[in-house]
């Protein structure tokens, strides 16, 4: 009897396994400003290259915006757009940090 109710255990947590959610990916359209050219694009696309749980090969740039699509089960809306401003940009409303923003080429500024 103890191996028959081991086996109903073992069934009931690996269903319990396999219902969490392993992902949720979503797809945020972030207010972007400075970005003027493909250079700009270029900075951007490296940060979030570097991100995890940002599809970097999905990031769509449109005026004065970023199309991001990211796993929201490994980072937030504010991660991404802290990662933005890091890079030197104003994103949403995260101020672009000075110091990157002196490092960025010189059409980006």
């Known amino acids: 009897m103890n191996f028959m109710r081991s086996i109903w255990v ?22 972007v400003t400075g970005v003027k050219n493909a250079a700009c694009e270029e900075v951007i696309r490296e940060a979030l290259k570097r991100t995890e749980g940002v599809q970097a090969d999905k990031l769509i740039f449109s005026p004065g915006a970023v199309i991001v699509t990211y796993d ?4 937030a809306r504010k991660n991404i757009e802290a ?27």
Do not use: H, K, W
């Open 10 to 31: 073992l069934v009931v947590v690996a269903g319990i396994a396999c219902a969490c959610r392993q992902a949720d990916v979503r797809t945020y359209t972030l207010p």
């Open 72 to 75: 929201s089960m490994r980072l």
């Open 83 to 109: 990662v933005i401003a890091e890079a030197g940009f104003t994103a949403g409303d995260t101020p672009a940090n000075p110091a990157a923003v002196t490092n960025l080429p010189p059409a980006c500024r």
